[in-house]
């Protein structure tokens, strides 16, 4: 039997995220461009981020942030490549992503 805090059962009353199996198995062998998509699968709208906050989350062991960059450059373009995002653009030390809403995300967003 498992037992959950009420408390943090509130965190689950909105539902959950699906993420969609054939975008994971297209973008196998790349770990940034997985990292991204289920990072990105969680937002509806996703706000201007840092490269370094991503740097970080993601996990990364690149030192220099413009070596990184080039790589998140690539792992946007694969996320691109499969239309899961429409387009991304840098704006000084933020990168900014263009994804369509999923359309549970879109409900969620019309009733905020």
Known sequence: MVIFNPKIL?????????????????????PLALW????????AK???IKIE???SFSGSSNKEIRCFKRKLIA?????????????FD???DNVIINKPPTPSQQRHLISQ
Do not use: S, V
Request: net charge positive.
């Open 53 to 55: 906050t991503i740097r």
């Open 75 to 87: 792992a946007l373009n694969e996320l691109k490549k499969i239309e899961f995002i429409m387009g």
């Open 90 to 92: 840098f704006e000084g």
């Open 10 to 30: 509130t965190f689950y009353e909105g539902g959950w995220t699906a993420i969609d199996w054939q975008d994971r198995q297209r973008l196998r062998g790349k």
């Open 36 to 43: 991204l998509h289920g990072y990105l699968a969680t937002h």
């Open 46 to 48: 996703p706000y201007p």
